[in-house]
């Protein structure tokens, strides 16, 4: 079974709509990464959330951490066609604390929007 | 800024064949990780080095070896390729000081 779990596991909006996808871990979340990846290409950073509470924005795009609940969320305001793409969740879920060690990324949200 | 680079970018190789990965971090970043994505699925890690000592070891075929030399770049080997090692590998640095791993473009490698 998935150790982080994405939903959905594919997104459809219209240009201009809020969206949120989410990011579940069944251990205890040291550390949190959002990526986008284009198909085929390579994995862009976004952002890194490391302590319960805490959320970033970056542009039109918001990630938040809930430890207790061992869980993340990215939240995208008014979206763009150029948000289009795959949206991954990756998090030490082994070493602890540290991301030294090996990243375990969610399957995935296929997000799609359309003009 | 400098981005991790890889190469080849695409790769097409016979089964049973060898093929040889490349990874260049990026400038003054100490950590390779090397991740291989199937097609549809997400990235699996695979192996990692920290200052030219492996760090720690994921789900890499005895098949497959790695190693990060003194300038820090990283080669993944791969020998007597199977059709299922065709995947998206993906090469990733980081250092002491940002935890984050910032990912390359990836080789496409295709064995026929």
């Known amino acids: 079974s998935q150790e982080l779990e994405q939903s959905p596991q594919s997104l459809i909006v219209q240009e201009g709509k809020n969206l949120t996808i989410n990011c579940t871990s069944s251990k205890t979340l040291y550390g949190l990464y959002w990526y986008k990846q284009k198909y085929g290409e390579g994995l862009i950073f976004l952002m890194m959330?490391?302590?319960?509470?805490e959320e970033k924005s970056h542009e039109k795009i918001t990630a938040k951490l809930d430890e207790k609940k061992q869980q993340s969320s990215l939240h995208i305001t008014a979206s763009q066609p150029s948000h289009a793409g795959i949206y991954l969740c990756?998090?030490?879920?082994?070493?602890?604390?540290?991301?030294?060690?090996?990243?375990?990324f969610g399957q995935g949200t296929i997000l799609t929007v359309h003009p | 800024a400098a981005g991790v680079i890889q190469s080849p970018r695409h790769l097409i190789k016979e089964k049973r064949e060898t093929a040889t990965l490349k990874c260049y971090p990026i400038?003054?970043?100490?950590?390779v990780y090397w991740y291989q994505q199937g097609p549809g699925q997400d990235p699996q890690f695979l192996i990692s080095f920290y200052e030219k000592m492996q760090s720690d070891k994921g789900s890499i075929p005895d098949r497959f070896s790695a190693q990060q030399f003194s300038d820090y770049h990283s080669e993944l080997n791969m020998s007597s390729l199977e059709l299922g090692d065709s995947a998206l590998y993906f090469c990733?640095?980081?250092?002491?000081?940002?935890?984050?791993?910032?990912f390359g473009p990836g080789t496409r490698l295709t064995v026929l």
């Open positions: 959330l490391q302590k319960g509470g």
């Open positions: 990733a640095s980081s250092n002491q000081y940002s935890d984050t791993q910032y």
């Open positions: 400038p003054r970043h100490d950590t």
């Open positions: 990756g998090a030490d879920i082994h070493a602890g604390g540290t991301s030294y060690g090996k990243l375990t």
